[in-house]
């Protein structure tokens, strides 16, 4: 490897490092929670199946 | 190396290196779908698609994390560097294992829509600035594309015309590459997935390659800075010669210029530069074999004496003067343009040292030397056959966890055989059927494809009498019907068939909150009641759009403590369908306030632009 690339090399670690850090933590920590937060009504069951019609 | 050009110069090394990494890759496929198939089953179970594409997408980025760490442990470890002399390979089955993943997921979740799959894979989800909805797909677009580039330059071919130091700046984007991909999966699948187990591997992933990457690159930082001292204006002090193993080389740097590698064979000690035409690869790390310094990564040959390839080979390389005193290497740091011819500088032994001359001392442990044309090194094998099983059963046990681990698509099914239905259809916000009884039942319809029914129901006309005919999808107690293709999907019923049909008993609509807030996700519930399993979620977001864009009506889903799902039909304000209005929010976890009624046996959530927001 050319001593340029090397230096290269190395800059871009330093500053990928610390971007995809953050990007992962903001990725995974703004995910929104699981909330069980509805309304209770309920909810009647629409699968007419027996309902068939046997053309 | 060869004279001519050819797709791959095999030898043993590649071809067991290339059976490795295929049993690998097939290894890695199979063990994921097998025990997403074994964990998911019957109406719990995965589509296969998405098993599929994410066992490609997950082994691509698998083998991504090998390709870049092989780079840093090869520097760490010699005897690593038989992993690095293939590495193009496991590049472009990188690429193809990515495409697979990348074709597979477009036909899947843009295509059978109203926008081509290539179009709506950009055009669908645009919202970069949102980071709860941020359109992922588009960096595994962009990762894809540089992968590409990469994996066609990837032959030498290129490499000669590119010149070494253009193929090698492309290559480099490797790295940017791999940012792209960690950032797709976090805003795709980590968003998606529940699993603490997913967060885990990725962060592990991720620490590692960068750390190696630091450490490597830290570790060749301090080595550039310390310079030998001079002893004149013009000659640098190397050390003793006896210092250099016969035929290895000792590697200086020297101001702010390239490395030089000096070599010693027998008696006579030579200086080139310790950067490889080829590659860039580290001369000095390398061998004479056969009279010529031979470059560890990929065999490429240059004579010491003058820096040049050997015949018909025409690659040079810069040469260094040297001089060898009281034992002492000498060399002066100003580099001759390549190929000129140096005359080695002759070393005789001291006498105190010709009882045992390094020259003739068996090679020193660990110093076998590795490239692909030559047969392997018995301890180079001995350590590379356990790393290489190390690797198989990593892919195996990554497979098996991430596909046990995957999040739970729900109970929910899509029947196989067609169904009849007669009922009353009824067009506005949204074509549904209501069948007579006690009571009512209400069926939502659809289209094939992501497509809504309006158009259908339209031409037969609203609050007809009908005969329909489809495929069922339900979850949860929700049901909807695929209409059939052709007339006779949806059909008015004969006078004859309306008497036999019960008279429909008017629904009467009861509203239950004048003003209610909602908090669970937008669905498309065509694929969400079984068209697709997942069908929710951020990797589903795009697909969940391109469905309610195509009039498919969309539904509010909560879950309670216990996992039973409440399904809300979300009409505008004024009860007109409200697929624009929600648009950016389908996929996303949300609140949704507004008037809440039941319409027989739906619920149905009326709802404004400011009443919809993400949570």
């Not at chain 2, 840093?72 to 697979?100: E, K, M, S």
């Not at chain 2, 004149?232 to 390239?258: F, Q």
């Not at chain 2, 040049?308 to 580099?335: D, H, K, M, Q």
């Not at chain 2, 996303?588 to 046996?601: I, M, S």
């Amino acid at each position: 490897m050319t001593r340029s690339h090397r230096r290269w090399h190395l800059r871009l670690w330093l500053l990928l490092a610390p971007l995809l850090a953050a990007a992962l933590a903001a990725a995974v920590l703004t995910r929104p929670r699981p909330e069980y937060e509805a309304p209770r009504v309920s909810q009647e069951p629409t699968n007419p199946t027996p309902r068939e019609v046997q053309p | 190396v060869s004279v001519r050009y050819a797709a791959v110069n095999w030898n043993r090394n590649k071809r067991l290196y290339d059976a490795v990494l295929g049993a690998g890759v097939v290894l890695y496929v199979a063990f994921f779908v097998l025990v997403g198939k074994l964990t998911w089953r019957g109406d719990s179970g995965l589509s296969d698609e998405v098993l599929l594409l994410r066992a490609l997408g997950t082994c691509a980025f698998l083998l991504l994390h090998v390709v870049l760490c092989i780079g840093p442990l090869a520097r760490f470890n010699r005897r690593l560097l038989p992993l690095l002399y293939n590495r193009r390979h496991l590049g472009v089955v990188t690429f193809l294992v990515g495409a697979a993943h990348g074709a597979l997921a477009t036909g899947y979740y843009h295509g059978f829509g109203r926008l081509n799959p290539l179009v709506s894979l950009l055009a669908t989800n645009t919202q970069y600035a949102s980071l709860a909805a941020f359109p992922f797909e588009t960096l595994g677009v962009l990762a894809l594309a540089i992968l590409f580039l990469m994996a066609a330059t990837s032959h030498d071919f290129w490499q000669k015309n590119l010149s070494p130091s253009a193929w090698k700046a492309l290559h480099m984007l490797v790295y940017p590459t791999y940012a792209l991909l960690v950032l797709h999966v976090a805003f795709g699948a980590l968003r998606s997935e529940t699993s603490p187990l997913y967060v885990a591997l990725a962060g592990l992933g991720t620490v590692t390659v960068i750390g190696l990457h630091l450490a490597a690159g830290w570790r060749e930082w301090r080595r550039d800075r310390s310079v030998p001292r001079r002893s004149s204006e013009c000659w640098v002090d190397v050390g003793a010669a006896d210092e250099i193993p016969d035929s290895r080389a000792k590697v200086v740097s020297v101001g702010g210029g390239e490395r030089v590698a000096v070599f010693r064979h027998g008696d006579q000690v030579s200086a080139v530069t310790n950067v490889c035409a080829h590659q860039r690869g580290p001369l000095g790390e390398g061998k004479i074999v056969n009279g010529c310094i031979t470059c560890p990564w990929h065999g490429w040959e240059y004579r010491p004496e003058n820096g040049c390839s050997p015949p018909p080979f025409a690659e040079r390389i810069a040469t260094y003067r040297v001089r060898v005193e009281g034992g002492r290497v000498f060399l002066n740091p100003e580099p001759l343009p390549p190929g000129t011819p140096v005359e080695p500088a002759a070393w005789r032994r001291l006498p105190m040292a010709d009882s045992s001359p390094s020259s003739n001392r068996p090679a020193p442990e660990g110093d076998e030397f590795f490239i692909g044309w030559l047969p392997m090194p018995r301890r180079t094998a001995r350590l590379l056959h356990p790393v290489a099983v190390l690797l198989l059963l990593i892919a195996a046990g990554t497979a098996a966890a991430v596909a046990y681990y995957q999040r739970d698509p729900g109970v929910a099914r899509w029947e196989e055989k067609v169904t009849t239905f007669d009922g009353v259809v009824f067009a506005p916000p949204y074509p549904l059927l209501r069948i007579p009884g006690d009571p009512p039942r209400t069926l939502l319809l659809v289209s094939e494809g992501k497509f809504g029914a309006a158009r259908r129901v339209e031409q037969v006309g609203d609050r007809r009498a009908v005969r329909v005919r489809g495929t069922l999808l339900h979850r949860d107690g929700r049901a909807l019907l695929e209409l059939a293709e052709g007339d006779d999907g949806i059909r008015p019923l004969g006078p004859e068939e309306k008497r036999r049909v019960p008279p429909l008993k008017g629904a009467e609509l009861q509203i239950l909150a004048e003003s209610v807030t909602i908090r669970g996700e937008i669905i498309d519930p065509k694929c969400y009641l079984g068209a697709m399993k997942p069908g929710g979620g951020k990797a589903h977001k795009a697909c969940a759009m391109l469905c309610v864009s195509g009039g498919i009506p969309p539904m509010l889903v909560t879950r309670d403590a216990d996992r039973r799902e409440t399904f809300y039909l979300l009409v505008t304000e004024d009860g007109g369908a409200a697929n624009e209005l929600v648009l950016p929010f389908v996929g996303d976890a949300v609140k949704a306030t507004g008037r809440l009624e039941r319409d027989g046996d739906l619920l149905i959530l009326r709802v404004t632009a400011s009443g919809v927001g993400r949570r």
